[in-house]
T-cell receptor, first 114, second 113 residues
Framework: DAMVIQNPRYQVTQFGKPVTLSCSQT?????MYWYQQKSSQAPKLLFH???????NEADTPDNFQSRRPNTSFCFLDIRSPGLGDAAMYLC???FGLGTNEKLFFGSGTQLSVL | DQQVKQNSPSLSVQEGRISILNCDYT??????FLWYKKYPAEGPTFLIS?????DKNEDGRFTVFLNKSAKHLSLHIVPSQPGDSAVYFC????????????FGGGTRLMVKP
């Protein structure tokens, strides 16, 4: 059974039209991450939550926001998508502790901006 | 500035032979390294990891080697199987744990039958 679920798998939006991507996890873990992966590039951390504590990466544009209403759900909001925001968006949670800790990713949402 | 680099975007190997995927890093604070494997339309899945206190970790057909002085690690897959065809990402962290990862750009491995 999938432990990190992302919806939808594919999302098409228009330039400048707000879009929300969703993620849920069944592990009841306190940390959730959002990564952006553009084609043939490294996944890049946008932000993460430790419980309700939001941690933004320094170079994440203000256009990207996130909400975590409860432990299970986390949302990525793109307020005004540009063509450069077309990418795979990956949600993850952690599993294990210390050197046994791993990130467990969802299947991702492929965002297209027209 | 990329702190984790995978300089080979793709690698093609015959089934049964060894696949060697390479990764270089620049941040000397990195102390934990991981390899993730990604199939199309799926998220990355954890494959194998190594702490900076070790120079080798083995798990079945997969072995990761770490050369701290060269800031280089490699993933060996032997024997390679067609099902190993995927994109492999090298990742590193500086908190001796598998979180807050910095990823490399990935290497696409194709294993030919």
């Amino acid at each position: 059974d999938a432990m990190v679920i992302q919806n939808p798998r594919y999302q098409v939006t228009q330039f400048g039209k707000p879009v929300t991507l969703s993620c849920s996890q069944t592990l009841n873990h306190n940390v959730m991450y959002w990564y952006q992966q553009k084609s043939s590039q490294a996944p890049k951390l946008l932000f993460h939550y430790y419980d309700k504590d939001f941690n933004n990466e320094a170079d994440t544009p203000d256009n990207f926001q996130s909400r975590r209403p409860n432990t299970s759900f986390c949302f990525l909001d793109i307020r005004s998508p540009g063509l450069g925001d077309a990418a795979m968006y990956l949600c993850a949670t952690n599993f294990g502790l210390g050197t046994n800790e791993k990130l467990f990713f969802g299947s991702g949402t492929q965002l297209s901006v027209l | 500035d990329q702190q984790v680099k995978q300089n080979s975007p793709s690698l093609s190997v015959q089934e049964g032979r060894i696949s060697i995927l390479n990764c270089d890093y620049t941040n000397s604070m990195f102390d934990y390294f991981l390899w993730y494997k990604k199939y199309p339309a799926e998220g990355p899945t954890f494959l194998i990891s190594i702490s900076s206190i070790k120079d080798k970790n083995e798990d079945g057909r997969f072995t990761v080697f770490l050369n701290k002085s060269a800031k280089h690690l490699s993933l060996h897959i032997v024997p390679s199987q067609p099902g190993d065809s995927a994109v492999y990402f090298c990742a590193a962290s500086d908190n001796n744990a598998g979180n807050m990862l910095t990823f490399g750009g990935g290497t696409r491995l194709m294993v030919k039958p």
